[in-house]
C-alpha cells in the first residue's frame, strides 16, 4: 500500500468526516495544509494556540485516566499524547455511512479540549462548509478494550487503535475501505502563522495498489488521477479548489480545511538546477535551450542560450521569462543535454 497525506496550519483541531459513497468520510479544518498519499484528512475550527497552564496540564492528566468513553453522538479516545502528540480523537456519528473525526493537539489547554470531547452543539464549534447535522436517528453500537475501540453503523465499522489514535474504516462485512497510517500517521505540530501562535497538521492513509483518486476542485494539470501527484489546493483565477476526495474504491474524504493544502504525494518539488546539468557541448551547469518560430520547423532556430530552470507555473512567469524574440503562439522550446543526481 502507498500512503496519501494531507498537511495545514493555523488550525486548533483537526477534523475530516469519512463517507461512504458507498463509503465516504471527512475531516473539519486547519489553515494552511496537505495530503500525502490520499485517503486522509484534516481539518476543523480556527482557534489560536496557547500552551497550557500548569493547572490545565493538571487537569488534563485528571481527565485523561481513561482510554476511551462512549458520549451522546459516538467516542472520546485518549491516545498516548507523548508518542502521538494528540490529546483526544473524537469519532461522531452523522450518518448509516459518515463517521466524523475530530482531533486536538497536546497543549491545547483543557477548555479546548472539552470542544472536541463535548455533545454535539455544545463547544465543538461550526464547520463552514458541512451543512446540517447529525442524524440522532441512526443506530450504533460500541465495544472496545485497553488495546482498541469499535464504533459500527449499519454500513461502516471504525476502529481505533487506543495507543495512537489511528482509525480503520471497514465495510458491514469487514472488508476494510481505508485506513490511518498505523505510526505517525497524524501530526499536530506547534507553528507560528503571522505571529499568531497556531498549529500544522498532516494526516496519512494508507492507500491500495489498484486504488485511483478523483476530485478535489478545479485544476490547470491536465490530470484526473491524483494518486501519486501533487495538488495545491488554494483559490486563484482558473484554480478552484474542493477539498473533498473520491476514491475509485467507492469511498469519499471531505477536507473540511479552509487553510491552504497540499495534498497527494506532499515532498516539496525541487528545480532543475538540483541536478548535475550537462549542455549538448559537455558544459557543466545548465542545458541548450533552443528556440524556435514554427514548431513545424524546430530546426528554424532563432535563440540558442543556456538555461539551468524550467519554471513556468503561471502565465506571469513565461512573459518574464521567456525571450523577447520568441513568439510562444506558434514557436517550439527545446531543452537538450544530459542531467545526474547529486545522489549515488
Not at 477539498?243 to 506532499?266: E, K, M, Q
Not at 524546430?298 to 520568441?326: C, H, M, N, R, T
Request: with cysteine.
Amino acid at each position: 500500500m502507498k500512503p496519501i497525506a494531507m498537511t495545514a496550519s493555523r488550525q486548533l483541531y483537526f477534523t475530516f468526516l469519512f463517507i461512504v459513497v458507498c463509503f465516504t468520510a471527512a475531516a473539519d479544518e486547519a489553515p494552511g495544509g496537505a495530503f500525502r498519499a490520499i485517503t486522509g484528512g484534516r481539518l476543523e475550527i480556527p482557534m489560536p494556540a496557547k500552551a497550557a497552564s500548569p493547572r490545565e496540564t493538571w487537569a488534563q492528566a485528571t481527565e485523561l485516566r481513561d482510554s476511551w468513553k462512549q458520549v451522546a453522538d459516538g467516542i472520546v479516545v485518549y491516545p498516548d499524547s507523548l508518542v502521538t502528540g494528540t490529546t483526544a480523537v473524537r469519532l461522531q456519528v452523522i450518518a448509516d455511512n459518515i463517521i466524523r473525526v475530530v482531533s486536538s493537539p497536546v497543549g491545547a489547554g483543557v477548555g479546548r479540549m472539552a470542544a472536541v470531547t463535548a455533545p454535539a452543539g455544545e463547544g465543538a464549534g461550526e464547520s463552514l462548509i458541512i451543512v446540517g447535522t447529525a442524524d440522532s436517528a441512526v443506530k450504533w453500537t460500541t465495544h472496545g478494550d485497553e488495546n482498541s475501540v469499535v464504533l459500527s453503523t449499519r454500513l461502516l465499522t471504525a476502529t481505533v487503535t487506543v495507543s495512537t489514535g489511528a482509525v480503520r474504516f471497514s465495510d458491514a462485512l469487514g472488508r476494510e475501505i481505508v485506513a490511518e497510517k498505523a505510526n505517525g500517521g497524524r501530526q499536530l505540530e506547534p507553528a507560528l502563522y503571522e505571529g499568531e501562535p497556531s498549529w500544522h497538521i498532516r494526516q496519512t492513509f494508507q492507500l491500495h495498489p489498484e486504488e485511483a483518486l478523483y476530485g478535489l476542485g478545479q485544476h490547470q494539470d491536465g490530470v484526473m488521477d491524483y494518486k501519486g501527484r501533487q495538488v495545491f489546493l488554494f483559490q486563484n483565477n482558473t484554480e478552484v479548489a474542493v477539498p473533498f476526495l473520491v476514491s475509485s474504491r467507492h469511498y469519499g474524504i471531505l477536507w473540511d480545511n479552509y487553510s491552504i493544502t497540499t495534498a497527494g504525494d506532499i515532498r516539496p518539488y525541487h528545480p532543475l538546477n538540483a541536478f548535475r546539468l550537462y549542455s549538448t557541448r559537455g558544459q557543466r551547469g545548465w542545458l541548450t535551450a533552443t528556440y524556435s518560430n514554427d514548431r513545424e520547423r524546430p530546426e528554424q532556430v532563432v535563440l540558442e542560450k543556456p538555461e539551468s530552470g524550467i519554471d513556468y507555473s503561471y502565465l506571469g512567469d513565461s512573459k518574464a521569462g521567456l525571450p523577447a524574440v520568441f513568439r510562444p503562439g506558434r514557436g517550439v522550446v527545446t531543452w537538450e543535454g544530459e542531467l545526474a543526481s547529486e545522489q549515488p
